[in-house]
């Protein structure tokens, strides 16, 4: 069992930054990937940037250059510093985390990011 706890959404100006929290919990070994997604209204839950236990890094076209994934595995904890905002941003945004031992993929409950003048 994992227990995945968000903070961070909001609402925000274009051009103005926030920074997503996922802090995991419970019984797991490594987390070899710990990621964000998002998903808008109307629209399919989409990855936005992910991070392995090695460091490796991906990150979904749009946000290139503008969002940046980092994890702190003594915290269990994933963050994504999300820079330059735009309207399009605007979505639920789900922390994943997954575990081989025991054999894991949980979500979190979402939090909102509005980014709107």
């Known amino acids: 069992q994992v227990q995945l706890v968000e903070s961070g959404g909001g609402l925000v100006q274009p051009g103005g930054s926030l920074t997503l929290s996922c802090a995991a919990s419970?019984?797991?070994?490594?987390?070899?990937?710990m990621g964000w997604y998002r998903q808008a209204p109307g629209k399919q839950r989409e990855p936005v940037a992910g991070?392995?236990?090695?460091?490796?890094?991906n990150y979904l076209d749009s946000v290139k250059g503008r969002f940046s994934i980092s994890r702190d595995n003594a915290k269990n904890t994933v963050y994504l510093q999300m820079n330059s905002l735009k309207p399009e941003d605007t979505a639920v945004y789900y922390c994943?985390?997954?575990?081989?031992?025991?054999?894991?993929?949980?979500w979190g409950q979402g939090t909102q990011v509005t980014v709107s003048s």
């Open positions: 991070i392995t236990s090695g460091g490796s890094t």
């Open positions: 994943n985390v997954r575990s081989l031992g025991p054999q894991i993929d949980s």
């Open positions: 419970g019984n797991f070994g490594t987390l070899i990937f």
